[in-house]
């Protein structure tokens, strides 16, 4: 045996079983009460020739089980350096698989659905380009994985509580179908620094013969620790609107100037000529909070607003931005008080461009600007290769970081949906300022080269097992060229199907991500985002089959007021839904917005049908989605 | 030609000649006033294959030569990765060369002295064990290199005005004698990452045929640029003891508890055991206060005052100190009020354990701590290997962090002496309030395994080029068994060098290193480090070989008072000096503190004699120094 494993010639020291049984209360969520209900078994081991110790936790809950190592504190092991974990899934067959390529700095690439044996050769296209990638495996995969077996039987593969360790991938044997976890590596090619006592994050394996309890299973979340905030009073769910699609299509900038190369604290930009372009204009920026004033939306993004767009892309530039210095044309001050004067917040953003030392040199004097000027949350973004040179988004030393980063805006009671970071391992019960991330390919991709019509059929499945996505739904005007005329790219989507993503696309921060002009024109279908919650009492999914189709059903927090969403792939099917989720004693009005029989997300994605009908919780629903489409109904109590 | 290099190909586009000639005064330093007088050389140069231009200028000085490469700005280079810069020096002979081993971790080698071309063979022996190092030739040496030909011209190779850059070792050729400069790499192999507009630092060659000017050369201190701060009233040299010789004997330590694994945060320390060998304890800090106060010495540094000793070094450990957590025995208001009572600053100390991520997300707290409870000078340590890891204290990334640590520290009026950091280039004329730095070795190592009797002799002419050193001297209990009878090191001096030492080591911050025991023991010569100054208006080198013997006199700033010190090598020696630097209408009360003719610094190093004498410009002495030792002399106008 070479010197530093701890991987085999254990004996067995001890075993405790125990069972815990309790219910908590999440800050906010798809549920508002859940249950934590598993049984537990403690194994102790010591290793013979080194005295070393581990033990492995296992949690067995109805739907399914969470493991993980523990390094008790010990005379044998203190400060060690991680070479490698060797965790093993040893599935039983040649399962169909949901995957996305394993990368230690990516998770925006398109899931490719194929069986285990075949991501080998689909590898290749699978890997498409991103500005940070680095793939380490012709069959390696990221988590959460999502499997479904011959017989039908579902299977999640992830991890819980990822808190100063290396993120995990899976390298999978495409002989013997065994996966094996492989760890991001350091700067040195360990998997991470270690000092007992400490714990390695949860494998979590979520199991069920119905695909609709994977997604509404709560193991991730109950393997997490309790909130350690003692107020969480500040913590609100919100919808948000942005200067960003416009952007993100090319119709304006995020930069000022047309010129490639700033240096801030040097370069004036008083004197820099303003290319006539730039977004985050004051007057620009009035326009979305006029609107979202107008239409119940509680706060507009503004990406852009501060110096340093010019050349923040691509360079791995170390002093990029300082977070708190606005363009000429961005009006800190008066910003403030027109949306304050309209009851509308303004939600700040903190493009890192991945050099996160220069983040967190700023980081303190960002967050109190943003206390200062009445910003109470923030959409940060890491963007290109990490600096320091040589970690990975995923490696520990990272993943530490954005953890600072969520702690360290607890203090200032700042909320935080961090895009680039990385997987959510369930760690919104610990600290619910952490609202969502990004961390998969999201909308903005249909802007670039596309996603799929199925994509928000599987996201749920993989992504989404780990805590809510900034999936940034409700694009309209689906045709790009008509925001951005050069841009010829379009939004894999029905509009009806955009609505339900609000509902099938969880998350306590939901972006309301068009053009206000986009919206004027369909103010008939807008209503469904004007009224749908953000958070819920509870949720049933009532049909699911990753890849095909999702449709939940939740009741908004605190209300008697239901919200259904449906998600279909690229075939035209009928949605087929009862209502028994409703209160018997009541009857309900619903209004669906469906997709029109001749509803294409290629060829006609606009064309939308709504219509009211009377609702009890014996009533049916036979309801048509369209290729790329879907639909969205809102119940609420008759009078 | 391989694509991206720039050192071939180019035309002359163009060159510039100018002059400069302006005198400035240092806010500190070994004279007070300083002439800039130089004829520049701007060389600009185009690669004919890529358009990319390069600008060489030239600084030529009486004592030398300055040059640096700039990148203006242009189309054809913005941002680059350095891979190496190939500076030669191109040496005429088989110099003698006062050598350390090149690395990018650290430089507390002794000196080895022998000519070029011995350096391989003698580079095994050399490279004695440190807790971070990495040398990376076997013919690889360090900067300030000093060198004598055989026709007994002195050069001195260095840089000046290290920012953003990686710092620089030589490598050399030893059949060629070319030296061609080495950088330090990133932790992926690069020399570092640039943006132009950009400059390298200066490489600079001071050449005399008199030793003494080079150690009296100014022309780093003229590369760099004039002060930044607006205010620099703050910035005040000083004496210093310190709670630290008796832990670096061994007699007591840094740490509280006999405990090998704590954690920040979570350990109580209210429970742990004090193992009552904690030297930074509140009465024994008392006790270095009074005597301090009691002896004109200003300030009092306490090592080992805040919670994380137990297991700081040799675990690269992440969260290893807060910076402003006490000791359960440490009583910052108390001591802070006592201090102050006495009219007694106390020195903080910030231990790094070189995880630099670490200190810097605490630095403004530990600064605001400093502040807030009367410390205005802070030691840095960067003990260990770095972290981030693949880092090294050398590189670019982390050249970065030292200079980051001291503009910050300038916002609350913080003096800075870093301890393990780079070596310095001339940056305290720039940030005067980085008052010194070690990096070398120091006095501590007399207490490992030994300093050589003429280590003294030789680092004024390579460590002191670029900047002063926190050498600590003023050890009087040579003998390290008499303040830990387990440690049977001794200090390779007499007691008379100790003394001479406040004169040839420069330094604004100058320790009064030993236990207050010590001197009591040996008030009548404790009675120089009472009297001698730490800033001056004039220094002049007497006598200087470099491995030798130095003799310098220094006039005290704003006073009529001078001071000399004798540093001599392993031989019995005379010095020969005349007192011509005095004023001549004066007439001078001088007391000469002086090896007996019996001392030695191995078997009789407190053999000393003091002695006044009457003295005029037109005096000479002829003064017996013993092996490892050397003489002080304080020189008072008559009343």
Redesign the interface.
Known sequence: MEEGSLNTEFVLLDTKESTFDETWKPVWGEVSSIRNHYNELLVQLQQKTTGKKLNIRFRLFNDGLGFRYEFP?QPNL??FVLKQEDTEFALTGDHKAFWIPGDFDTEEYRTVTSKLSEIRQKMKDAVTSNVSQTTFSPTGVQTPLMLKSQDGLYINIHEAALVNYSAMNLNLDDRSFILTTFLTP???G?KG?L??PCDSPWRTIIVSDKAGDILTSKLILNLNDPTRYQDTSWIKPTKFMGVWWEMITGKSTWSYADV??V?LGVTDYSKLAPSGKHGANTANVKRYIDFAAANGIGAVLVEGWNVGWE?WFG????FVFDFVTPYPDFDVQELRRYAASKGVKLVMHHETSSSV?NY??HM?AAYRFMAANGYDTVKSGYVGNIL????HHYSQ?IV?HYL?AVTQASNYHIMVDAHEAVHMTGLSRTYPNLMAEEAARGTEYEAFDGNPPDHTTILPFTRLIGGPMDYTPGIFETQIEKVNPRNHNYVHSTLARQLALYVTMYSPLEMVADLPENYERHMDAFQFIREVAVDWDDTKVLEGEPGDYITYARKAKGTDNWFVGRTNDEEARISHITFDFLDPSKAYLATIYADAPNADYKTNPQAYLIRKIRLTSKSKLDQYCAPGGGYAISIFPEK
Do not use: M, T
């Open positions: 504190e203190k400060y350091d700067a040195q360990n620094r000092q007992a490639d190369n240096q050349d360079h791995q530039k170390d030392r967190e040199r303190d320091p040179v040589g970690e030393w530490n600072y």
